[in-house]
């Protein structure tokens, strides 16, 4: 299994730490600050929401009809029985996740 991680990623030490600690044979390879990367032998491409998908890389992927999805989706169809509570946007996800963990 290969996993390609871009665009920009501020900490891609930690990214590598978390692959490194899973007992799977996972190549990974990070691209970082470019959309400049080789679609081939790719299925599926996971993107944070964030990312617009007007993006050069996206296009490519699309005429290539390579899927493209969110976190969120990738998480629903790994485990399409769970219970999800997403918590996101750019202020108060602490105190949300705090008060939502204080109900459950």
Not at 10 to 29: E, P, V, Y
Not at 56 to 71: C, L
């Amino acid at each position: 299994m290969q996993i390609y991680i871009f665009p920009i990623l501020k900490k891609s030490g930690r990214i590598r730490r978390i692959f490194r600690g899973n007992k799977k044979n996972i190549d990974l390879n990070l691209y970082l600050g470019t959309n400049e990367i080789s679609l081939e032998n790719i299925d599926l491409i996971i993107k944070s929401p964030g990312i617009p998908l007007d993006l050069d890389v996206f296009k490519r992927a699309e005429e290539k009809n390579i899927e493209i999805v969110t976190d969120l989706e990738l998480a629903y169809r790994i485990k399409p029985d769970a219970n999800f509570i997403a918590i996101t946007g750019t202020n108060g996800k602490t105190t949300t996740t705090t008060l939502t963990g204080g109900v459950f």
